[in-house]
């Protein structure tokens, strides 16, 4: 006699969010103590991953597809220009650490990361929103939730993975 499993109970969207923030805070807890260096190595290869040649054409196309806004050659630039630009603005930026001395006032600014961020991606913007939205997350060491439109969540979850599989080659958690 072969022992039978009930099938779970669908999660509620209370259990779903509870277990991805969950999942978003044990990675983050992985990230918290990385260095400047590794942060904004994990930052190029998140915008690289989608950017790429060939990716970036691809994804395009997915999300004049799937949303049916918008058009291709728009869509491919705000891939091409939005998370370069994104990623060109922080790139620099001080996001570890001592990130600002003032010494005539006895003041020691130390970047700490918060925890998990949550945030929005509409379906007009699906191709470079999580994009620039996670990289800014990771930048500070913390770590991001995406609530896709439903218009626009393939989209979303093909940038997503596409974030996820560079993170994971360069030894950081993929939530």
Same mark, same amino acid.
């Given at each position: ?10 999660? !509620? ?9 969950? #999942? !978003? ?13 590794? =942060? ?9 991953? +989608?950017?790429?040649? *060939? ?8 999300? +004049? ?8 050659? $728009? ?19 001080? !996001?570890? *650490? ?6 005539? #006032? ?8 918060? $925890?998990?961020? $949550? ?11 999580? =994009?620039?939205?996670?990289? !800014?997350? +990771? ?31 360069? *030894?950081?958690?993929?939530?």
């Amino acid at each position: 006699m072969s022992a039978q499993i009930a099938p779970s109970a669908p999660l !509620s969207a209370a259990e779903e969010v509870a277990k991805l923030i969950a #999942r !978003s805070r044990a990675a983050q807890a992985q990230i918290e103590n990385y260095t400047q260096e590794q =942060v904004d190595l994990l930052i190029r290869a998140m915008v690289w991953a +989608v950017a790429r040649p *060939g990716v970036a054409e691809e994804i395009a196309q997915f999300t +004049v597809d799937e949303t049916q806004l918008g058009n291709y050659d $728009g869509k491919f630039l705000k891939i091409q220009r939005k998370t370069r630009a994104t990623l060109m603005d922080i790139i620099d930026d001080k !996001s570890v *650490g001592i990130i600002e001395e003032l010494p005539e #006032r006895n003041i020691v600014k130390i970047a700490k990361p918060m $925890g998990v961020i $949550g945030a929005l991606c509409p379906s007009t913007n699906p191709e470079a929103t999580p =994009v620039i939205k996670a990289i !800014s997350a +990771v930048k500070g060491r913390n770590s991001i939730v995406l609530a896709p439109h439903p218009r626009a969540k393939r989209t979303n979850k093909m940038i997503c993975d596409l974030m996820r599989d560079a993170l994971v080659k360069f *030894g950081a958690p993929a939530d």
